[in-house]
């Protein structure tokens, strides 16, 4: 289950074409389809655009040519049309957030991203602005600290591991796949992590450490990697447990209580061989891809989330 952006319409006003690309690659990868999302390059043309588009989100850079992004945001909030007037608005601008306040007076905006941003601050902004108080529609708020928690597992192997943005993909492949749960059974709720290996690289890794090429015993190497990396993830899971809760249980009062955090017990990894695995196949689990890179090569990470 993930959030389904694909039907959602997004408004990008940005006089700097490179940072507008930047914007849509994250969108796209987040599921938007790309006819969906628009290009401004000023106010005056956004604000046309509105009116000819039913939008979904608004994102401005305050500074823009004929009418500026707090001169958008003013007309919006006038606006005698209600869809226009209530539209969630992101600012995203290298000005101090406390001078843009001052900019925009009594109309308000929804969220301040400040430049430069990272993929995971766009992200988190857009999902935030799709999400209702205490409700979260997927993982990818997750997909920062879990990708940290992934590369210091491999580091701990010594293998250099570099993170990519989340992924849609309906399947994946790997040589050599690690699987391992972290569940808690009080809250009912398991996470499963499938770590998706093509044979070179976990053959590379056990001749960087033992000094010898060995296809036979490389999958304990894998197997070692799941444990090291579910070891890895549960803390950070934990440390976002209101994250999780929010997700598997919407609108629970209880996931606010001070204290309540997942208690995690770490299973035993599992070896899997040559086998392809169906993101969707299960359409009641909370699903993120994440992908690595470890020199040439890509490996997946497939995290899910579910009640059992």
Sequence with gaps: MSGNFKDKKVLITENSAVIYRIIFNVLTKMG?????IKFAQ?????YALMTLVSFDLITSSVHLRIKDGCGLLQTIRSSDTESIRNIPFIFISSEDE?????????????????????????RQGVQSSFSTEGEVSDLSG??????????????????????????????????MNASIDLTDHDEKIKISLILFFPEIVA????ETIFGERNEDDSGEVVLELGNIIGGNIKPTLTEHSKTVFDLVFPNRAENSEPGRKLKLDLGFPTLIK?????????DE??????????GQEEINALVSIQKF
């Design 32 to 36: 938007f389809h790309p006819d969906n």
């Design 42 to 46: 000023d106010g005056h043309q956004a």
């Design 98 to 122: 406390n001078d843009v306040k001052k900019w925009a007076g009594e109309f308000q905006y929804d969220l301040f991203i400040k430049k430069p941003f990272k993929n995971d601050d766009i």
């Design 142 to 175: 997750l997909s920062g600290p879990i990708s940290e928690s992934v590369v210091e597992g491999f580091s701990q192997y010594m293998v250099s591991a570099v993170a990519d943005d989340p992924i849609e993909n309906d399947c994946l492949y790997g040589d």
């Design 203 to 206: 053959c590379d890794i056990y």
């Design 274 to 282: 040559g086998e392809s695995y169906d993101v969707k196949s299960d």
């Design 285 to 294: 689990a909370f699903k993120l891809v994440l992908p690595f890179k470890i």
